[in-house]
């Protein structure tokens, strides 16, 4: 009976509980740490979308349950979404479902589609549930590369050939957490047609649709292309677009039978979210859409301040293209570290939280990931801290075995 439990045994310990431990001790020790780890937006939900939540909640007969694959109204406003920024025409009744957030959606359809001992083939480095998803339910993961480009297509082919059994599934996350990539319309037509040579399903995870730095050059969906809802579902979510991530709203759209698969799966285990709050969810998109303009100019103020006080600092991060974070790879003198190694020094000597690179998978242990979840004043005090400790005498290595202990 003392046997971890099964599907716990295949979940490695979390990452990001050591430094999550570290930053609890310093802060209970009174140490003011800015804390870049989490992508866990700062500003608040619109006053408009919070009007509509109170408005609602007044009803009483918004309080008895909900639907799980959300309510009529915030479907359509869904598919209207989709028409007027991808062109995309849905049915809200057979392929749209509202869900508790991307992740809840991502892992209850890993549930509806998997079989034990199915093979899901997952970018390195990715978020975690993108691939944890599919392992607590029975699958393997096979690991491709990360970059929208032919590499990824390359491996995809090479995976589908050589992997026994032949895959069934395969993630893209673009924008991508953490890696802060972007892919092109060309490059998602390529990956519908190694989707169906190959008979794999596609799960898109778009949830910074709306976080890009290039006005003119706003990301696509894998459903522009022609055919793409042959195999593909995607996963958008309100929790960065509207600053409402406590909210916990999401979708899944597209492929009718993927689709019909999560919303019977989400029908045994819950009732959807509080009707308020997906009324709420409709009104941010139907509403008027000037706040997603400012979330994107605050977030690209926040990134270049924060690259080029990095660069001035001696470390050459790169500017991120889209999403909340900068993917940042270690400074050579500290590599040796380890991701984890290297956030707890950070910590210790800079007082920044950022979140080690490990986490989302074994080749991202050379980066760190930065977000960009604290005003300019907290991100000039977090690069003083930074510039201090790589320009300063605590600058030189320590020993690996040093930074495990602190």
Not at 68 to 77: D, E, F, N, V
Not at 95 to 111: D, I, R
Not at 123 to 128: E, G, I, L, T
Not at 249 to 273: C, H, P, Q, T, W
Request: aromatic residues 8%; contains cysteine.
């Amino acid at each position: 009976m003392a046997e971890e439990f099964h599907r716990i045994r295949r979940l490695p310990p979390y990452v990001f509980a050591e430094v999550n431990s570290a930053k609890a001790k310093a802060r209970a020790a009174a140490e003011d740490i800015v804390d870049l780890g989490m992508g866990n937006p700062d500003s608040p939900t619109p006053p408009h979308i919070v009007a509509k939540l109170v408005e609602a909640v007044q009803d009483p007969r918004t309080h008895r349950y909900s639907m799980s694959k959300g309510i009529p109204g915030l479907r359509k406003a869904l598919a209207g979404y989709y028409e007027r920024r991808f062109g995309v025409r849905l049915d809200p009744e057979k392929e749209v479902v509202a869900t508790l957030g991307s992740k809840e959606g991502l892992a209850n359809l890993a549930q509806a589609i998997t079989s034990p001992g199915d093979t899901i083939l997952v970018p390195n480095p990715s978020y975690p549930i993108h691939q944890f998803g599919f392992i607590i339910a029975g699958a393997t993961a096979r690991s491709i590369p990360y970059t929208p480009d032919d590499a990824m297509l390359s491996a995809i082919v090479q995976a589908c050939r050589h992997s026994v059994p032949r895959p069934t599934a395969l993630i893209v996350n673009f924008p991508s957490n953490p890696t802060a990539l972007l892919a092109s319309r060309d490059f998602y037509a390529e990956l519908v047609k190694v989707a169906k040579a190959n008979d794999l399903f596609i799960l898109s995870d778009l949830a910074y649709a709306e976080l890009y730095f290039d006005e003119g050059n706003p990301p696509p969906s894998v459903l522009e292309i022609p055919g793409a809802r042959d195999c593909t579902v995607e996963f958008t979510s309100l929790s960065k677009t509207y600053n409402m991530p406590g909210w916990r709203m999401g979708f899944a759209a597209g492929n009718e039978r993927l689709i019909s698969a999560l919303a019977r799966v989400k029908s045994y285990l819950d009732y959807g979210a509080f009707t308020p709050i997906q009324v709420a969810a409709a009104a941010a998109l139907n509403g008027p859409q000037d706040c997603v303009a400012e979330m994107r100019a605050l977030y690209r103020e926040r990134r270049d301040v924060l690259v080029k006080g990095l660069h001035q600092a001696g470390w050459d991060v790169p500017p991120c293209e889209g999403s909340m974070f900068l993917w940042a790879p270690i400074p050579e003198k500290f590599r040796h570290l380890g991701s984890v190694g290297f956030s707890k020094l950070l910590l210790d000597k800079a007082k920044v939280a950022v979140a080690p690179g490990i986490g989302f998978g074994e080749y991202g242990d050379g980066h760190v990931r930065i977000a960009l979840v604290e005003n300019k004043e907290r991100i000039r005090q977090a690069l003083r801290g930074i510039r201090g400790f790589l320009q300063g005498d605590n600058a030189g290595p320590v020993a690996p075995e040093a930074a495990v202990a602190k």
